[in-house]
C-alpha cells in the first residue's frame, strides 16, 4: 500500500487467561457511573444518529457518542481521572466507592480523615485538563507535564484549573516517567495515568472503569433508538485505555454475541497496530517524537492491562495517517442534511474517517469485506473531543489542512445526498 492508505491488521494473536476483563465488569462499571451521577457536573452526553450519512456511505446505521460536553470540558477525560481520585481516597480511608460521593469528598469530613494529596499526570491536554479540574473541585493538588509540541490553548485550560502545569521538551511517554517519579518522590505525591506497568495497576484500571461510563449510556441510547446491540464498534486509541474499557464493557455486555471491534490509532503512534501485525501477544512499542494532529492519540507505549484485553477480544487494528482524522473532522463539522452536527477534534474524528474511507474507497474493499461493513451493520463510533484546539480546528475544517490532494482519490457513495 501507498502511505495515504490506511494499514490494517486483523487479529490472529493467541489469547491469553484473559484474567483482566472482569475490570470492565458490568457491576464494576455501575460502580463509576453512580459515582459520577453524584457530581453535579453529571449529565448524558449526546447520542448522535447520523442517518443520512449512514444510508449515503452504505450502512444501517451510524451513532456517534459525542464526548464534548462531558462535565463542560470538551473532552471524556475527566471520567477517568475523576473515578481514580474517588477510589484512591476511598481506599486510603477504608471505605468502598460506593460510599464515597462528590458531596462527601468535599466535605469537612473527608478534609479531616484525609488530609490532601498531590496529584501527578501527563499529558497531551485532555487528561491533564480532568485530572486538574477534578482536584480542584475535590479541593485537592495536580501537576500536570505535557509533551513538547503541546498547543497553548490546551496548555491554558489545565492551568486555569488552579494545577502546576509544564510542557517538558520530551515525549509523552517520557513526560509519564517525569510525573511517576516526581510522585514517588513528593510526600502524599500520586501519580494518576491511564497507562499501566508493572507495578502499577490499580489506578489505570480505576481509570478504565470511570470510562465505562461512556460505553454504558451509548448502550441504553442505542437501545432508545431501538438498536439492541451495535454490529461494529470503532474506537480510537493511544495507549488503549479507552479503547479497552468499550471492548471490556461490550464484550460483558453481549458475552455471546459481542460486536466486531476496530480499532483505530494515528499511524506515528501505532503501537497497538504494530502489537498486532507482530502477532505473538506480546506488545509493542513505538519511540520518537511521536508527530501526528491526533496529540491525544500519540503514545507510542500501551497500557498493558488494556492490550490483555485487546489482544483476545479485539477483531482489527487500524493504523490512519493524519488526514483520515482530517477527513472524519469535516465530515463530523458539516454532516449531510438532516443529520446532527457533531463539533470533533484531531484525536475525536478519526473513528469517523476510518468508517467513511473503508465504506467509500474500493481499494478498501477487501478489508471492509473482512468486516463484514454494509446494509445491516449499526456502527458506533466515538467522538472523545471536541474543539480542544481552536486554531488547528480552523486550519483542517476551513482552510482545509492535511486533505487529499485533487485526484488521489475518487469517493463513491453508496446513497444519494440530501
Known sequence: MD??????????????CDKNLQIMSLENVAKARAFHRSFPQYDVTALA???????????????????????GLNAFKVLGASYAMGRFIAKEIGKDISEVSYDFLTSPELEKDFGHATFFTATDGNHGRGVAWAAHRLHQKAVVHMPKGSSKSRYDNIAKEGATVTIEDVNYDDCVRIAAKE???????VIVQDTAWEGYTDI????????????????????EVEVNRPTHVFVQAGVGSLASSVVGYFTNLYPHNPPKFIIVEA?????????????TGEPAVVKGDLKTIMAGLACGEPNIIGWDILRNHADCFISAVDWVAAKGMRMLAVPLHGDPVVISGESGAVGMGAVAQIMMDDRLKPLRDELELGSDSQV????????????????????????????????????QLS
Open 183 to 189: 510522585a514517588s518522590e513528593t510526600k502524599h505525591g
Open 267 to 279: 499511524s506515528a503512534a501505532a503501537c497497538l497496530y504494530k502489537g498486532a501485525v507482530k502477532g
Open 49 to 71: 444518529d447520523l442517518s443520512h450519512m449512514a444510508r449515503y456511505l452504505g450502512l444501517g446505521g451510524l451513532y456517534v457518542k459525542d464526548e464534548r460536553w462531558r462535565f
Open 204 to 223: 489505570p484500571s480505576w481509570i478504565m472503569q470511570g470510562y465505562g461510563t461512556i460505553s454504558s449510556e451509548a448502550a441504553e441510547q442505542l437501545k
Open 380 to 415: 458506533l463510533i466515538f467522538s472523545t473531543e471536541g474543539n480542544t484546539d481552536p486554531d488547528y480546528f480552523r486550519r483542517v475544517v476551513w482552510d482545509g489542512a492535511y486533505g487529499i490532494e485533487p485526484g488521489e482519490k475518487q469517493f463513491v457513495g453508496h446513497g
Open 3 to 16: 502511505e495515504l492508505e490506511m494499514r490494517w491488521a486483523m487479529n490472529h494473536m493467541p489469547p491469553s
